[in-house]
């Protein structure tokens, strides 16, 4: 029987061992999201190769779950910046009922833990969406502008 891994921490272990093995750089950044993050390193792949960027997106991932992964999947692999981009998939309801502020709570234990470990944050904001084919009828746009 396969262990439950709720949070996908295994997804990136043996990439972030090699990784977290080396030391520090400047120019080190971890891009953190869900799948809009995850396709970005499909879409450009030389963008992360050529800057020494890190894309560790998740498809279908909330915010309880990346918060989970934020050490294994950021701090350990020593950046000098994280780019998150998370909530869409929390508003669709991808791991149960949520609310706005469960959502920020969230983002801001992630932001804090990334001061602690001297790693900058920058947050980025999901466009609107107009409804989310595996979940229709939510109106996600209203929650998104908020």
Do not use: C
Request: aromatic share 8%; no cysteine; hydrophobic share 40%.
């Amino acid at each position: 029987m396969e262990e439950m891994d709720w949070a996908n921490l295994n997804k990136y272990k043996e990439e972030n061992r090699k990784i977290s093995s080396q030391l520090f750089d400047e120019n080190r950044i971890v891009f953190f999201g869900d799948s809009i993050t995850e396709q970005w390193l499909e879409i450009v792949p030389d963008f992360f190769l050529k800057n020494n960027y890190i894309n560790r997106g998740i498809g279908g991932q909330t915010t309880p779950q990346m918060l989970i992964r934020f050490r294994n999947d950021v701090i350990k692999l020593n950046p000098s910046v994280v780019h998150i981009l998370a909530g869409t998939n929390d508003i669709a309801g991808n791991t149960g009922p949520t609310t706005l502020d469960m959502i920020l709570d969230n983002i801001i234990s992630m932001v804090e833990l990334a001061k602690v470990n001297n790693i900058k944050v920058l947050l980025s904001s999901v466009l609107p969406v107009y409804d989310y084919p595996w979940a229709p009828g939510l109106n996600p746009a209203k929650k998104l502008l908020n």
